[in-house]
């Protein structure tokens, strides 16, 4: 399977973990991701926040690229950059003459035929039984707590992706890799989205209420598809750990990272190691007959 | 009986913020389930059901000063959940827009703001966000606001843990044609609000 590769600023910046597991987990599917070429940033939080019309722009500028590189599919794994694709791709559909006074703004034009996918997406498209023969580390000691935060179904009529207060799509994943997954309160919570350089403390306040009710739930890991959820839930965690004098010392997994766990995959080949909370050391430690990581697994 | 006549502002923004989020405010009935299921509600001056009221009301600027704008994080539950289909989040949006194209945010959100401006800036020069440039330069304007030397200072030490981990670029990505981004952002954005 051929499908453009619309990475965004996190997955080439301190998110290039994500990207690692990614590339790796999906060779083995088949699957060859070709980048756009000279994409630009989706303006994300920034670009809504202040301006409307750029908000549109910038995405409408890269689903334009896209298109005139011959691209009909494109993966987009960040959420956010998802998310924003799929409003300007429906913003320009629904209407002409936003579509036209767009294109003269971006200088290309915008067709907004591109589907846009999320890494949930793919895998399903890949299919689950495919996914299911290709195991070859069945992720049994694992209990995740597979975590959709916002923008993966949020909103509805422009992600049309899943359920939105109830979605089953990771847990499906997780269960065809040979894992098991815990029923819990906060899957499509905010996490505290982009606001982790300019108030931390509100990334401090939800990512630990996420992080206590998994934990309260019985998980022993966190699975999450979206590289601003990981920095809040990963890299903020030892700061979570502070503040609120607690230990949560909860692995927190991309998709792709458990995904390539099952398909036998070293965690340093798919960049487990470089995370904050130390995940698995091997793919040993995800079998049953070795004591979960973290010392609260099955605690309730 | 008295009745009381309600005093709005000058001119109301209900239009322009209806045109920027393409939703209708007189929609609203008040029902709250925005605020119920808001995340930032609790520590919000206006939460969501308050702030619509308040452009019903014809208090626009009010709403355009209120806190709870900034500390939106804009995760689209209220606009999902709506009954009556307003997006709520899209008026956070334009009320954002509005706001910091009229300096009326306060100061206490002032670093939200100045993130984003610092955030936008970015991208028209590079075209993709360089994490370490974005840091220095909000870092900067912060303090130029005024702001604390220990904020100037707070995560530096995240600088070490993120090399270790080969997550640090000190030269980021940029896109090569930087010169259709400088048009684009001309395009769309009044120069004098970067």
Redesign the interface.
Known sequence: MNLAYYPG??L??????YEQSLRACLEPLDVQLKEID????C?????????????V??PA?NLALAENQGFREMLAPCPMCSMQLLKARKAVAQDEALRRSMSE???LEVRGETRVLNLIQLFEKIGLDRLKAAVKSPLSSMCAACYYG??LT???EVVEFDD?EQPRSMEKILEALGGKTVDWNYR???C????T???EQ?VLD?SHKILSNAQAHGANCLVVACPMCHVNLD?KQANIERHYGVRHAMPVYYLSDVVGLALGFRPEALGVN???VPGVASSADLQVSKPATGPKAGAK | MKVETVVSDSASIVPQVELLAHTRIRECYQCGKCTAGCPMAAGMDAPPTRLIRLLQLGHGEAALRAQSIWQCVSCQTCATRCPKSVDCAGVMDALRQLSAERGAATPEQQRTVLFQKAFLNNIRRNGRLNELELIGEFKLSTFLHGRSLSFLFKDATLAPDLMKRKKFHLVGEKARDRAVLARIFARCVDESLL
């Open positions: 600023c996190a080439h910046g301190s998110s290039n973990d000279d994409w630009i940033c303006g994300a939080t920034a670009a809504h926040s202040l301006n409307q019309k750029l908000a722009a910038l500028r703004i971006v200088e916002c923008l949020r909103p509805p939105f499509t919570e905010c505290g989205a982009g606001m350089m300019a108030s509100t939800l890299m470089r995370h904050f």
